[in-house]
């Protein structure tokens, strides 16, 4: 197991039964904003204030290759990774878009990618060119692993000090659906083929190979379920050990994760396994068509807030879900109360 101990706090439950009983004065009937009352006491206990922000939100994309990508499991060649990185430095990628819709910060991490990429605006934290193909070898080192949750939970801790008051965590890497079908498949004990979809869209034919892949790369790697380091040394990705140091470090912080599709789900049950109580600061922003994603959630125990058929990753799901949460917070500071508006409760 990693030898890190992370102090997670607990969420403050009086302070969700403070801000829950604050909501119920409000001028509307009782329970009335549904979920987002909810979301509103969830955001109150996590940072332990009444009246909790979000807002500016915190964007952490880790970019990193799979050398899974040998095996033919996916449309793209490898070098889309990098080009996309490109795309993401010159803000035209689609979460640089819902990024600057929602005025958040966002910075774009090199954690494993296959190439070397040379922009100023690219935070260089390169732990190797792309994993190795587990399907003949460990994906990683358990150094490596441990390196990596090390540069996400730093790279968290450094957006939350620029004044980030929630993470969007993203991620950019071809193969990455294959080694996120692998992870779950040891964490939930599923069979793989009731995980397994198309990505960034594969054929039937590549769809059944992919599958075929990683059942027997599972076979050959033996990761241990109890050991969150050891399945990412086996199958794991860089990125995906990233965002789930990303995400410790912001519930070491009481700051709320925002997690978006079938990646980072994967990542945030891994986040889970290494440290329990990081589940406590998770918000579960979408639904996505990949079919493991709702298996994943499940396993996760968070129900998700939109249902928009997304399967587009970099964390657009949750920038997207963002003005909800944004909406929770404004409902605390800015409605009126019944006293205050000077309406009459019902008798």
């Known amino acids: 197991m990693i030898e890190k101990n992370y102090p997670i706090p607990n969420r403050n439950k009086e302070m969700g039964q403070q801000v829950y009983e604050y909501i119920n004065t409000l001028a509307k009937p009782l329970g009335s904003l549904g979920r987002l009352e909810e979301i509103a006491i969830e955001l109150a206990e996590m940072k332990n204030e009444a009246f909790p922000s979000v807002s500016p939100a915190g964007i952490l994309v880790?970019?990193?290759?799979?050398?899974?990508?040998?095996?033919?499991?996916?449309?793209?060649?490898?070098?889309?990774?990098?080009?996309?990185?490109?795309?993401?430095?010159?803000?035209?990628?689609?979460?640089?878009?819902?990024?600057?819709?929602?005025?958040?910060?966002?910075?774009?991490?090199?954690?494993?990618?296959?190439?070397?990429?040379?922009?100023?605006?690219?935070?260089?934290?390169?732990?190797?060119?792309?994993?190795?193909?587990?399907?003949?070898?460990?994906?990683?080192?358990?150094?490596?692993a441990e390196r990596a949750i090390e540069v996400g939970y730093e790279q968290g801790s450094e957006m939350i000090k620029k004044g980030a008051q929630c993470l969007i965590l993203g991620e950019m890497g071809i193969g990455n659906t294959t080694a996120s079908s692998a992870i779950l498949a040891v964490l939930s004990n599923s069979d793989v083929a009731t995980l397994v979809g198309s990505g960034t869209g594969i054929s039937q034919e590549i769809l059944i190979h992919k599958?075929?892949?990683?059942?027997?790369?599972?076979?050959?790697?033996?990761?241990?379920?109890?050991?969150?380091?050891?399945?990412?040394?086996?199958?794991?990705?860089?990125?995906?050990?990233?965002?789930?140091?990303?995400?410790?470090?912001?519930?070491?912080?009481?700051?709320?994760?925002?997690?978006?599709?079938?990646?980072?789900?994967?990542?945030?049950?891994?986040?889970?396994?290494?440290?329990?109580?990081?589940?406590?600061?998770m918000v579960a922003t979408h639904q996505s068509v990949e079919p493991g994603h709702r298996i994943a959630l499940n396993l996760l125990g968070r129900k998700p807030i939109l249902d928009l058929d997304l399967r587009l990753g970099e964390g657009t799901g949750a920038a997207i879900t963002f003005p909800i949460l944004q909406s929770a917070t404004l409902m605390l500071k800015e409605m009126a109360s019944f006293d205050s508006a000077g309406i009459s409760k019902k008798s």
């Open 62 to 144: 880790f970019a990193a290759d799979h050398g899974i990508t040998e095996e033919g499991v996916s449309a793209y060649p490898q070098v889309v990774t990098k080009e996309m990185v490109h795309n993401f430095l010159d803000g035209g990628a689609g979460i640089n878009v819902f990024g600057r819709q929602i005025d958040s910060y966002i910075n774009i991490i090199d954690i494993g990618v296959a190439n070397d990429i040379e922009h100023t605006s690219l935070i260089n934290r390169k732990i190797r060119y792309g994993t190795a193909n587990f399907y003949r070898e460990d994906a990683m080192t358990r150094q490596e």
């Open 211 to 281: 599958t075929k892949v990683i059942k027997q790369s599972l076979q050959k790697r033996k990761p241990n379920p109890h050991d969150p380091i050891d399945i990412i040394v086996k199958v794991g990705g860089l990125e995906i050990a990233g965002m789930a140091g990303a995400m410790l470090a912001a519930a070491t912080n009481r700051v709320p994760i925002l997690i978006d599709g079938f990646i980072c789900t994967v990542a945030a049950l891994l986040a889970k396994e290494i440290s329990p109580n990081a589940f406590d600061y």
